[in-house]
């Protein structure tokens, strides 16, 4: 078990002895225990501990008088140690002992069922098929790629994919055009049109027909390329195959790729004549219904080529992109004639908003939301527009987009800022500052994204539909980050949220990055997020500027961007 997973469980399972789980924590709970089989065990352990526990015979000692510990002690003698459950205090355990027993005997019928049986073959890089949502109205499939660069690609399907899109795993067919997917596991593969791919899981993949180029370092987890009849199993490498009816070809650029028979999950296993393995520089037929072995063929170098025409035609599309301005959905310079947000006479200021900002709090007080000078980093290309605004208190103020971020839609979007707070006194005990998308029809207020800097905890976090994590790139007193994120939204597939913040001199890819400082879990969620929040809980003065909403990552860190 994950150690993040294990520390949510034990704070959920705490909560859940203490009498005090919300409707939300009990609906995750519900998740870890039917989707996770480590989760059901610590669950079951943690359960008989505490009743063991709360039934112990020197428990009394401790908490009774000597007397009542006496009488208790002569009443256990006689008896097994068990849970009561006709008090009050132990009455709502009752469901928990019953589910707990419920669940070790189904354990032992279902082994007794199997005992005689023999076991089929797993094979550890396929992933475990998950019901959809539709299918049983609580999980949630995971994802396991990312579509990271598209070039003039045609797709069979009829809903498009388009870059930034997480990839579940199915079959993909691309008709013509170039795509680069990155695997959670590490591995990038690029695909070359037609070409057609079951997408297995974070580590795997099948090659139906076509041709994909493979790119993979010592930091990725090993990854298995399948054919109708083979497995390639790379070495850190870089690799090209071509699939055809009657062949494959393997040309091998950087490191070593063995390649075996599909049925043999490890390789390592095979007898000698099952395997062959291709070096740096080397290049290989083979019949699909032919030797193992197969025969030499020249290296082909213009498979690898591949990947930088696309990374070379991509990163133009996004200049052109840049230049256009029609992927960003709203921007907010803070350009404010006013001294203060929300402004006396409802200026409004800003590309992309319905509507001025507005006093978002409960409070009577209005919040102090300073206008001031704007803030600035090393990389940025161009100058900005207007200021930035500054809060030194407790509240909020929001503002409505004119185009909501749709939960219920296929698409993704990306949100950048700059964030910065001055030192502040070690008697400070709040300095935080949180950027929120809501919908304004729903009242929960833990329906949400909200990303939240803390210079009092010197961390970063992200929530997530009533869910969050913690970054563990701290944030630091008088330095200008930026934070960028993506959202995943999907009509019947999950959504996702993801966060990347920047430190002062760190370069920004002109592309998105493959790796996020925070990523939250796949959820479904039919929100449209069409208003944007800044709150604050702070005493020192926090700045926020160059507040961006896109349809690329281009539209909303392109400013920032090095090139490639």
């Given at each position: 078990?994950?150690?993040?997973?294990?520390?949510?469980?034990?704070?959920?399972?705490?909560?859940?002895?203490?009498?005090?789980?919300?409707v939300?924590?009990?609906?995750r709970?519900e998740?870890?225990?039917?989707?996770?089989?480590?989760?059901?065990r610590?669950?079951?352990?943690?359960?008989?501990?505490?009743?063991?526990l709360?039934?112990?015979?020197g428990?009394?000692?401790?908490?009774?008088?000597p007397a009542?510990?006496?009488?208790?002690?002569?009443?256990?003698a006689t008896?097994?140690?068990l849970?009561?459950?006709?008090?009050?205090?132990?009455?709502?355990?009752?469901?928990?002992?019953l589910?707990?027993?419920?669940t070790?005997?189904?354990?032992?019928?279902?082994?007794l069922?199997?005992?005689?049986?023999?076991?089929a073959p797993?094979?550890p890089?396929v992933?475990?098929?998950?019901q959809?949502?539709?299918a049983t109205?609580?999980?949630v499939?995971?994802?396991?790629?990312?579509?990271?660069?598209d070039v003039?690609?045609?797709w069979a399907?009829?809903?498009a994919?388009?870059?930034g899109m997480?990839?579940?795993?199915?079959?993909?067919?691309?008709r013509?055009?170039?795509?680069?997917l990155?695997?959670?596991g590490?591995?990038?593969?690029?695909?070359?049109?037609?070409?057609?791919?079951?997408?297995?899981?974070?580590?795997s993949?099948e090659?139906?027909?076509?041709?994909?180029?493979f790119?993979?370092?010592?930091?990725?987890?090993?990854?298995?390329?399948?054919t109708?009849?083979?497995?390639?199993?790379d070495?850190?490498?870089e690799?090209?195959?071509?699939?055809?009816a009657?062949?494959?070809?393997l040309?091998?650029f950087?490191?070593?790729?063995?390649?075996?028979?599909?049925?043999?999950?490890?390789l390592g296993?095979?007898?000698?004549?099952e395997?062959?393995s291709?070096?740096?520089?080397?290049?290989?037929?083979f019949e699909?219904?032919?030797s193992?072995?197969g025969?030499s063929?020249?290296?082909?170098?213009?498979?690898?080529?591949?990947?930088?025409?696309?990374?070379?035609?991509?990163a133009?599309?996004?200049?052109?992109?840049k230049?256009l301005?029609?992927e960003l959905?709203?921007?907010?310079?803070f350009?404010?004639?006013?001294?203060?947000?929300?402004?006396p006479k409802g200026g409004?200021?800003?590309?992309?908003?319905?509507?001025p900002?507005?006093?978002a709090?409960k409070?009577?007080?209005?919040?102090?939301f300073?206008?001031?000078?704007?803030?600035w980093r090393p990389?940025?290309q161009?100058?900005?527009q207007?200021?930035?605004?500054?809060?030194?208190?407790?509240?909020a103020?929001?503002r409505?987009?004119?185009?909501?971020?749709?939960?219920?839609d296929?698409?993704?979007?990306?949100?950048s800022?700059?964030v910065r707070?001055?030192?502040r006194?070690?008697?400070?005990?709040?300095c935080?500052v949180?950027?929120?998308?809501?919908?304004?029809?729903?009242?929960?207020?833990?329906?949400?994204?909200?990303?939240?800097?803390?210079?009092?905890?010197?961390?970063?976090?992200?929530?997530?539909?009533?869910?969050?994590?913690c970054?563990?790139?701290?944030?630091?007193?008088?330095?200008t980050y930026?934070?960028?994120?993506?959202?995943?939204?999907g009509?019947?597939?999950?959504?996702?949220?993801?966060?990347?913040?920047?430190?002062p001199?760190q370069?920004?890819?002109?592309?998105?990055p493959s790796?996020?400082s925070?990523?939250s879990?796949?959820?479904?969620?039919d929100?449209?997020?069409?208003?944007?929040?800044?709150?604050a809980?702070?005493s020192?003065?926090?700045?926020?500027?160059?507040?961006r909403?896109g349809?690329?990552?281009?539209?909303?860190?392109?400013?920032?961007?090095?090139?490639?």
């Amino acid at each position: 078990m994950k150690p993040g997973l294990r520390s949510e469980l034990e704070r959920l399972l705490a909560t859940l002895v203490d009498d005090e789980l919300s409707v939300e924590e009990h609906a995750r709970l519900e998740e870890l225990l039917r989707t996770d089989a480590e989760c059901r065990r610590f669950y079951l352990a943690y359960v008989d501990m505490h009743l063991r526990l709360t039934r112990h015979p020197g428990l009394p000692k401790l908490l009774d008088g000597p007397a009542v510990a006496k009488q208790n002690a002569a009443a256990t003698a006689t008896q097994p140690v068990l849970p009561a459950l006709g008090g009050s205090g132990n009455r709502r355990w009752a469901p928990v002992v019953l589910t707990a027993a419920m669940t070790l005997a189904a354990t032992f019928v279902v082994q007794l069922t199997l005992r005689n049986r023999q076991p089929a073959p797993i094979d550890p890089t396929v992933e475990p098929v998950v019901q959809t949502a539709a299918a049983t109205n609580s999980v949630v499939p995971s994802y396991v790629a990312t579509l990271t660069k598209d070039v003039d690609c045609v797709w069979a399907d009829a809903a498009a994919l388009r870059t930034g899109m997480r990839l579940l795993p199915g079959r993909i067919r691309l008709r013509s055009g170039t795509a680069e997917l990155q695997f959670d596991g590490g591995a990038q593969l690029v695909l070359t049109g037609p070409t057609e791919l079951d997408v297995r899981g974070v580590t795997s993949a099948e090659v139906v027909a076509g041709n994909v180029l493979f790119r993979s370092d010592d930091s990725a987890e090993p990854f298995h390329l399948l054919t109708s009849h083979s497995r390639f199993v790379d070495f850190g490498t870089e690799y090209a195959v071509a699939i055809s009816a009657s062949n494959e070809e393997l040309h091998v650029f950087d490191g070593e790729v063995r390649r075996g028979p599909k049925a043999i999950v490890n390789l390592g296993s095979a007898s000698v004549d099952e395997v062959v393995s291709v070096s740096a520089g080397e290049a290989r037929r083979f019949e699909t219904s032919g030797s193992c072995g197969g025969w030499s063929v020249p290296l082909d170098s213009g498979r690898q080529k591949v990947r930088a025409d696309l990374a070379s035609h991509f990163a133009r599309r996004c200049d052109d992109l840049k230049l256009l301005g029609n992927e960003l959905l709203a921007y907010e310079p803070f350009a404010c004639s006013s001294a203060s947000l929300p402004c006396p006479k409802g200026g409004a200021g800003g590309k992309g908003f319905a509507t001025p900002w507005t006093k978002a709090c409960k409070s009577e007080k209005v919040p102090e939301f300073r206008v001031v000078e704007s803030l600035w980093r090393p990389q940025m290309q161009s100058n900005t527009q207007g200021g930035g605004v500054s809060a030194g208190c407790r509240g909020a103020i929001s503002r409505r987009l004119a185009r909501p971020i749709r939960m219920d839609d296929d698409a993704v979007y990306y949100f950048s800022y700059l964030v910065r707070s001055e030192r502040r006194s070690a008697d400070d005990e709040c300095c935080d500052v949180q950027i929120v998308l809501r919908d304004h029809a729903v009242s929960d207020p833990q329906r949400k994204l909200a990303v939240t800097a803390s210079w009092a905890k010197s961390k970063t976090s992200l929530c997530w539909e009533g869910g969050g994590n913690c970054a563990s790139i701290p944030v630091e007193p008088g330095k200008t980050y930026l934070v960028a994120g993506k959202i995943v939204a999907g009509r019947s597939a999950p959504d996702q949220a993801f966060v990347r913040l920047f430190t002062p001199r760190q370069p920004v890819p002109a592309t998105e990055p493959s790796n996020w400082s925070l990523q939250s879990r796949p959820v479904l969620s039919d929100l449209k997020f069409d208003t944007v929040q800044i709150s604050a809980n702070t005493s020192t003065p926090v700045q926020v500027d160059e507040l961006r909403l896109g349809t690329s990552w281009t539209a909303v860190a392109g400013v920032y961007a090095v090139p490639d």
